[in-house]
């Protein structure tokens, strides 16, 4: 059976309830943030891995590092693996499309670093096999998915789910925890005050 497309107002209306539902994870979204600060700022580093979209979103939160969310701070050490492409490509060509990203956790990963694992499905090879070369490294590992239980769920440290049926409101939804998360994180490094304390301005 032909599931119906979202779209216009339906497109919308799909978002309300995981938005609400995201309420009960705000708590634990801002200790991520406030974990990836600790971690980065003491000369760790955060790798990120996803596929398509989720592999956009990756980049986006590993840009926010590198660069700067708002406010000016120093730079901290974040790879969207997806992006290396020439070490993916020669990886997937040598050692198969599962290893695309776990060689490269084996390459820069250390004990301690951080591992943000998305998959809307919770079931890419490739990105579970870099959850499992993370854990055998001592990271943390956290996954950014769609409905729970999935085997990436199963098998990070921990994990934000989001309950919708369509891949694009779980990534929507994802978009807005990667901000969530930068945020927490800038204000941790004393980048940024948060908003009810006074705000710092934007340039």
């Known amino acids: 059976m032909t599931v119906p497309l979202p779209t ?30 600790r971690v980065l700022r003491g000369g760790g580093r955060l790798l990120a891995a996803g596929n398509g ?6 980049q986006h939160l590993t840009s926010e590092l590198v660069g ?3 406010d000016d701070r120093p730079a901290f050490s974040a790879i969207a693996l997806h992006a290396e492409t020439s070490a993916m490509t020669a990886i997937v060509n040598d050692y198969g499309a599962s290893a695309a990203f776990a060689r490269q ?12 694992a998305l998959s809307t499905s919770g079931s890419s090879r490739n990105v579970l096999a870099a959850v499992e070369a993370a854990a055998r490294r001592g990271m943390t590992t956290w ?17 934000v789910c989001v309950d919708a049926r369509a891949t694009a409101t779980v990534q929507e939804v994802h978009q807005i925890v990667v901000h969530l998360m930068c945020a927490a994180f800038d204000v941790t490094v004393g980048a940024a005050v948060a908003a009810g304390n006074g705000e710092r301005a934007s340039r």
Request: glycine content about 12%; proline content about 6%.
């Open 143 to 159: 996954a950014l998915t769609g409905r729970g239980p999935n085997p990436l769920v199963a098998c990070c440290d921990d994990a």
């Open 53 to 58: 979209g989720s592999a956009a979103q990756a």
């Open 68 to 70: 700067r969310y708002r």
């Open 8 to 37: 216009g107002r339906h497109h919308l209306a799909a978002l309300t309830r995981p938005l609400a539902a995201l309420e009960a994870d705000i708590d634990r979204i801002d200790g991520w943030g406030r974990h990836m600060a």
């Open 105 to 116: 956790v084996e390459a820069h990963g250390r004990p301690g670093d951080v591992l943000v």
